[in-house]
C-alpha cells in the first residue's frame, strides 16, 4: 500500500502562482516606494536650488547653485564661476545679481551671497555617516531646462582619481551630471545636503561629490577671509607598496624648504601613525587630516622611527600655491617591516 | 420558299457550328504562329516607337494618373522657380541687406529656446561639466 502524497499537482500549481504573484507585487511596492522617495525629497529641495549664470573674461558659465540659509547664501562649484566677476541666479524666474563672496579652486567650493531675504534653503546632513551603496539624489540644471532629479547610490569614498590627489576625500557616486548640473546638491534619504556635485566622470555616468563637512570647512574659511586658507607642515609622504608584508603604511618622503617642517627633527624614512586625533593608515587619512588642520593652530604628528616612536609638534601655516621641495629631495622607499618595541619620545618643534 | 430558305438556313447554321477545320489547318497555323514568333524577334523597333508606346500609354490607357503626376511635377518646379529667383529680394535670403544686418546666430545650438531668458543670455553659456581637474596634487603632501 503507498502512502498518498500531501500535496496534489494541483496545489502545487496554486502555491506557485500565488507565490509569483506575491513577488509581482513586492517588486512593485519597491519600485514604488524608491519612486516616491526620490520625488518627496525632489519636491522638498527644488525651490532651494537655482540656475546660475557667471559672466568669467568673454565667456558666459552656467551651472547649479543652492541656498544654505534663508538670507540668500548660495553654494556652488568653483568650476560654475571660475574666476568670474559677476554672477546672477534665476530664482522664480526672476533674475538676481549674486555677489561671490569667494571661491577655492583647491576643493571646488565658491560661496555666492544674493540680496534675499526668505529663501528656501537646504539643511545639512552628516557626511561623516554615509556608507557605501547608500542611496543619493541629485538635483541641478541640466543645460536650459527645467531642475530635474537623478539618482545613484554611492559607489567609494576616493582621496585620488587616476594619478591626481583631491583636496580631501571625496564620495564617489552614481548619479548621472548632465552639463549645467554640475554644483548641484547630492541628498540623502531625508532631504538633507550631504556632498555637493564638483566632477564629472566617464562621460557624466558617475560624478565626485566633496562631503558637505568639508564644504563647511572652506565656507568658514570664505566667511571668515574672503578666501580658503588650507594648512601646511611642509611634509611630503609616500604610500608602502601593497606587496609588502607591512602594507598601508604612509612614509615621510621629503622635507619642503623653509616650513614648519625643516628642521623640527622629522626625518626620510619616518612611518607617520598620527596628525592630531587621527589614526594614519593611508594617504587618505593624511589628506583629510590635513585638510581639516586649522591654519595658526599647533598639530601633532606622530612618528616611528627605527624602534622609538616620536611625536613633533608642528605650527600650521597657510598652504602656498606652488610647494617648493626641498633642494636635493632624495627619492625614499618604504623599509622593512616596523620593530616590536616603541618607546614614546616628545620632541617639539622649534616655533 | 421563304419558310424551306429559313429552316434549311437555320439547320445549315446548326451544321456550321458543330464544324471544324482539318488536319492541315492545325498544322499550317503551328507552321504560321512560329514563323510570326520569329520575325518578331528579327525585325528591327523603329526608332521612335518607345516614344510613341509612351504617349499611347500616358495619354491613351491612363490620361488620369498623367495629369496627376505632371500637376504635382510642376508645382514643385514653380517653388522651386520662385525660392531661386526670388531668394535676392527676401528678408532670409542669403544676400539680402537684412541677413547682413541680423548676421546668423553662433554655430552651438540651444537645446530649447529660453523665451524668458535675460539680454545677456543672449549667447550660448557654457554648461559646467566639472570634468576638469583643478588643483589636485600628483603628490601627496601636507
Known sequence: ?351 | MDELDERKLGKLLRLKKLETPGKEYFDGFLAEFQRYQRAEVFRRASRWEPLLMWFREAFVWAPRRTLAIGGGCALVAALVTVGVLGGGSFKGGKNSVAAKANPAPDAQVRLVSDAGAAADEQSVPRYSTGRTPLTYDQTIAF
Request: net charge neutral; charged share 15%; proline share 7%.
Open chain 1, 1 to 351: 500500500m503507498t502512502r498518498p502524497s500531501r500535496f496534489n499537482p494541483l496545489t502545487l500549481t496554486v502555491l506557485l502562482v500565488l507565490l509569483l504573484t506575491a513577488s509581482v507585487r513586492a517588486a512593485d511596492t519597491v519600485m514604488d516606494s524608491l519612486t516616491g522617495e526620490v520625488s518627496r525629497i525632489f519636491n522638498q529641495v527644488a525651490p532651494a536650488v537655482v540656475k546660475i549664470r557667471a559672466a568669467n573674461l568673454d565667456q558666459t558659465l552656467a551651472g547649479t547653485g543652492f541656498f544654505i540659509d534663508n538670507r540668500g547664501t548660495l553654494l556652488t562649484a568653483y568650476d560654475v564661476v571660475q574666476e568670474a566677476t559677476r554672477a546672477n541666479i534665476d530664482y522664480n524666474g526672476t533674475l538676481v545679481e549674486a555677489k561671490i563672496i569667494g571661491r577655492d579652486i583647491r576643493s571646488g567650493v565658491a560661496l555666492l551671497k544674493a540680496d534675499l531675504a526668505d529663501t528656501p534653503f537646504i539643511v545639512s546632513g552628516d557626511s561623516a555617516g554615509l556608507k557605501i551603496a547608500a542611496g543619493l539624489v541629485g538635483v541641478g540644471y541640466a543645460y536650459n531646462l527645467p531642475v530635474s532629479p537623478s539618482f545613484g547610490i554611492i559607489t567609494g569614498f576616493d582621496v585620488r582619481y587616476l594619478n591626481n590627489f583631491f583636496a580631501t576625500t571625496h564620495v564617489r557616486c552614481s548619479v548621472t551630471v548632465s552639463p549645467g548640473q554640475i554644483g548641484g546638491p547630492l541628498l540623502n534619504s531625508n532631504g538633507e545636503v550631504v556632498a555637493m556635485m564638483v566632477f564629472s566622470v566617464d562621460g557624466g555616468r558617475e560624478c565626485y561629490g566633496i562631503p558637505i563637512k568639508s564644504v563647511n570647512r572652506i565656507v568658514a574659511d570664505l566667511r571668515e577671509h574672503g578666501e580658503a586658507r588650507h594648512g601646511w607642515v611642509g611634509v611630503g609622504v609616500v604610500e608602502a607598496n601593497l606587496d609588502q608584508p607591512y602594507a598601508h603604511a604612509v612614509y615621510v618622503s621629503q622635507i619642503y624648504d623653509r616650513t614648519p617642517a625643516a628642521n623640527c627633527g622629522l626625518a626620510q624614512g619616518d612611518q607617520v601613525i598620527a596628525i592630531g586625533d587621527r589614526r594614519i593608515h593611508n594617504p587618505q587619512d593624511i589628506l583629510d587630516a590635513a585638510f581639516f588642520a586649522k591654519v595658526g593652530s599647533t598639530v601633532p604628528v606622530r612618528v616611528i622611527r627605527g624602534d622609538r616612536e616620536l611625536t613633533f609638534n608642528l605650527n600650521i601655516i597657510e598652504r602656498p600655491a606652488l610647494p617648493q621641495p626641498a633642494a636635493t629631495p632624495v627619492p625614499y622607499h618604504p623599509p622593512a617591516p616596523p620593530p616590536a618595541a616603541r618607546q614614546p619620545v616628545q620632541v617639539n618643534a622649534p616655533r
